[in-house]
Nanobody, 126 residues
Framework: QVQLAESGGGLVQAGGSLRLSCAAS????????MGWFRQAPGQEREVVAA????????YYPDSVKGRFTISRDNAKNTVYLQMNSLKPEDTAVYYC???????????????????WGQGTQVTVSS
């Protein structure tokens, strides 16, 4: 069973930057699409970034496009989320997730992801 561990969250002022990391267990990390999601109190969990198993394609919603960048290092079994120009609206718990099936999958669809980390809090002050 895969285990995901997020790190890098914290408190930052508006306009600042953070880089989140997600370390995955297991040797099949490179075969799966990966994603970052966030959830604020009382709101639905939403995708903020996703990347294919090969790293050849990425997805971002309009709310973060141009500010967030997802990347992966398969040699380290790690996926990253670089967040720049942070806004108070970005405040949420951020989760790392792995797709339920290897290879090709619909990375813009949150139902493609079935393995979740514990989350890391990101708070952006105004």
């Amino acid at each position: 069973q895969v285990q995901l561990a997020e790190s890098g969250g914290g408190l930052v002022q508006a306009g600042g930057s953070l880089r989140l990391s997600c370390a995955a267990s297991g040797r099949m990390f490179s075969a799966y699409a990966m994603g970052w999601f966030r959830q604020a109190p009382g709101q639905e969990r939403e995708v903020v970034a996703a990347i294919t198993w090969s790293g050849g394609s990425t997805y971002y919603p309009d709310s973060v496009k141009g500010r967030f960048t997802i990347s992966r290092d398969n040699a380290k079994n790690t996926v990253y989320l670089q967040m720049n120009s942070l806004k108070p609206e970005d405040t949420a718990v951020y989760y790392c997730a792995q797709a339920t099936v290897p290879g090709r999958t619909m990375i813009s669809d949150k139902t493609s992801f079935g393995f979740w980390g514990q989350g890391t809090q990101v708070t952006v002050s105004s």
